[in-house]
C-alpha cells in the first residue's frame, strides 16, 4: 500500500491526511460550508490573471458563484435528510483540462470527501484552478478543507487506482469505454458503486428556415465554434453530425451562410498534422462502407464537411476530430430514429422551439440523446449530466418516520 501511495503527486492536500480519509464524516448536500469554499473559489479565479487567458476556466468560476450554487439548491428539497455518501474517488478525463473541477463541484455539493485524480497531460488551466484552491483553503475558515479535498496525479501504470478504489463508496469514472473496462478491474467496496461517462456521440440539428434570417450569423458561428474547435471536437458533447431541416432552397443558403462563417472563425486555429491524415483515414474507411458520400467545398484542411446520403446505424462510427463532420439534409427530425442509440449524448439545435423538442422527445421515446441544448452550450456544466442527477447519485437519503 504504502508503495502505490509513494506513486501519487499531490497538488492540493497531503499522504498522511489521506490515509485517514474513511474517518471523514459525510456533510449535507449544499451545505453552507461547501456553497462558502466553492463561491470563495469563484471569487479569486475571476480575479486570477490566468483565469482571462482561457474561457473554459471563466467559465467554471462562473459556475461556482454563490448565485448559481443558492439557485441549484432551490431544486433539491429540503423535507428529506440527505448525506453525503462518504468518500468519492473521481477519474478526470484527459483531454478536457477543467472537466475535474466540475466532477469535484459535484462531489462538494453532495457532501462528500472527494479525491479526484486529474489529468494526467499538463494543462495551464489545471495550475491556475488549483493554485487558487491552495489560496483559499489558506484562509482560517477554510482549513478543514485539506481533510475533504484531494487533487492529485499519478502514471497510469501506477498502482494507486487499486488503493484508491478500495476507499471509496463511489468511483466516478469519465473517460472511454476502454478507460472504464481498466479500472473496472480493481474491486471497490461492497456497497460502493460506480458511475460512468463513457464514449458517447452528439450531433447538431439546424433548422434551416430560421438560419436564413439570422441577423448574427458570425455569433451562430462563434457558438459552434466553442462547441467544435475549442476542444479539438474530443469532447463527448462536441457535434460530429450535422442535420439540416428545412426547405430545399434554404438549406442551401443556410449551408453557404454557415460554413462561410466557419471558415473565417478557423483562421485562429491550430491544426495538427496528425489530425490531417486522421481526416483522410476516416473518409478512405467511410467511403469503403458508403459509395454515396461527397466531400463538400471548400477544401479546406481545418473543415471537412462529408455530406451523406442516408443516414446509417453506424453513422457514429465514422467520427473524426479536428473538424471533421458529417451533413444529412432531412425531411423532419424523425428521421433520427434510424440512428439514435445509447451512445447519443447531445443534441445542439438552432431555430427550433423548446415545446417542440420536448414534445419531439416524448414521442420518439430514443434510448438515448441525455441533453438537448442550444448551439454554444453543449459544454456547460449541469448537476444533471448523462442523464444522472449528480447531487442524488452521489448522496444518500436518511429517512425518519
Known amino acids: 500500500m504504502q508503495q502505490n501511495l509513494n506513486e501519487i503527486t499531490f497538488l492540493f492536500s497531503e499522504l498522511e491526511k489521506l490515509e485517514r480519509v474513511r474517518d471523514i464524516s459525510p ?3 449544499f451545505s453552507n460550508s461547501s456553497i462558502a469554499f466553492l463561491s470563495a473559489l469563484s471569487s479569486e479565479l475571476i480575479k486570477s490573471p490566468g483565469t482571462k487567458q482561457f474561457s473554459d476556466v471563466a467559465t467554471f468560476a462562473f459556475f461556482c458563484r454563490k448565485a448559481n450554487l443558492f439557485a441549484l439548491k432551490k431544486k433539491y428539497t429540503e423535507e ?7 468518500v468519492i474517488f473521481h477519474v478526470a478525463p484527459s483531454n478536457v483540462p477543467v472537466n475535474f473541477g466540475y466532477s469535484m463541484v459535484a462531489g462538494i455539493l453532495s457532501g462528500n470527501v472527494n479525491i479526484v485524480r486529474v489529468p494526467s497531460k499538463s494543462f495551464e488551466q ?3 484552478i488549483c493554485n487558487a484552491i491552495k489560496k483559499v483553503a489558506s484562509k482560517p475558515e477554510f482549513n478543514e478543507i485539506e481533510d475533504r479535498l484531494f487533487l492529485i496525479k499519478y502514471d497510469r501504470q501506477s498502482g494507486a487506482t487499486n488503493f484508491l478504489s478500495s476507499l471509496c463508496d463511489v468511483r466516478v469514472i469519465w473517460g472511454g469505454d476502454d478507460t472504464i473496462a481498466q479500472i473496472r478491474k480493481f474491486a471497490i467496496p461492497a456497497r460502493a458503486y460506480d458511475v460512468t461517462f463513457a464514449d458517447r456521440y452528439s450531433f447538431a440539428a439546424i433548422n434551416a428556415d430560421k438560419l436564413v434570417k439570422e441577423q448574427n450569423i458570425d455569433k451562430v458561428a462563434e457558438h459552434f465554434y466553442n462547441d467544435t474547435y475549442l476542444f479539438d471536437q474530443n469532447a463527448c458533447s462536441a457535434p460530429h453530425l450535422v442535420i439540416w431541416t428545412g426547405k430545399m432552397d434554404n438549406i442551401k443558403n443556410a449551408k453557404d451562410l ?3 462563417a466557419i471558415q473565417l472563425k478557423i483562421k485562429e486555429y491550430e491544426l495538427s498534422p496528425k489530425i490531417t491524415v486522421d481526416k483522410l483515414v476516416s473518409l478512405y474507411m467511410q467511403s469503403q462502407d458508403n459509395v454515396d458520400i461527397i466531400r463538400e467545398l471548400p477544401t479546406d484542411n481545418k473543415l471537412w464537411r462529408i455530406k451523406v446520403s442516408q443516414l446509417s446505424a453506424d453513422i457514429d462510427q465514422y467520427r473524426c476530430a479536428g473538424g471533421y463532420f458529417l451533413e444529412y439534409d432531412a425531411t423532419s427530425l424523425t428521421e433520427l430514429k ?5 451512445k447519443y449524448q447531445t443534441m445542439a439545435y438552432y431555430g427550433y422551439d423548446k415545446d417542440d423538442l420536448i414534445n419531439f422527445v416524448k414521442e420518439m421515446r430514443f434510448n438515448g440523446i441525455d441533453r438537448i441544448v442550444p ?3 453543449t459544454t456547460d456544466f449541469n448537476l444533471i449530466w448523462d442523464g444522472y442527477d449528480l447531487i442524488n447519485v452521489l448522496s444518500r437519503e436518511c429517512m425518519v418516520l
Open 27 to 29: 456533510d449535507d448536500i
Open 338 to 342: 434510424t440512428i439514435v442509440n445509447r
Open 126 to 128: 489545471v495550475e491556475i
Open 258 to 260: 454557415f460554413w462561410n
Open 80 to 86: 428529506s435528510i440527505r448525506l453525503g455518501r462518504g
Open 375 to 377: 448551439i454554444g452550450k
